[in-house]
Structures are given as C-alpha cells and as structure tokens.
C-alpha cells in the first residue's frame, strides 16, 4: 500500500464518520483531522517519508496533527507491514 492509497482509504474513513454525525461545527476534531490529512498526504512522498512524517507528527506542537499522526501511525506500520496483492 502506498502512502496516497492508505491517505485515501483514511479520509473516506473519516468523511463517512462526518457524513454519519450532522450537525457539528466546522472545527469538530473529525473536520480538523480531514484538514490534517489533506496536508499529510500533499507531503507525503515514499513509504519511508511518509512514516517520517507520522513520527514526526506525533510530537508536533500542533495539536491536531499530533492527534492525528498518534492515530494514523500503528495503522500505517501494520498496513505497510501487510503482505501485498497484485
């Protein structure tokens, strides 16, 4: 899996929970999270930056990021770490 596709599974993931909870505000933390992602996956680049970027963000002064890299992280190793399908 590469780090666009688990970026792109991530975000569906996220837009369905937002689609399912109407009503909240505009900086409800699944909207910020989305905001996050978008970022992380226009810096993302190999599998190895991009787990960089993760780390990384797990100590970030931005709490959002920090939130979702802690999130995002063990789901990328265990998804990177998956045997590949053709």
Not at 2 to 13: G, Y
Not at 17 to 26: I, K, R, T, Y
Not at 70 to 77: F, K
């Amino acid at each position: 899996m590469t780090p666009t596709e688990f970026c792109r599974h991530a975000m569906l993931e996220y837009e369905r929970l937002w689609a399912a909870a109407p009503g909240h505000q505009e900086r409800h933390p699944l909207r910020v999270k989305m905001q996050a992602l978008e970022s992380l996956m226009a810096e993302a680049g190999d599998a190895a930056q991009f787990t960089r970027l993760l780390a990384d963000g797990c100590s970030s002064d931005d709490p959002f990021r920090q939130l979702l890299c802690n999130e995002l992280l063990p789901r990328w190793e265990k998804a990177f770490q998956s045997p590949r399908s053709c």
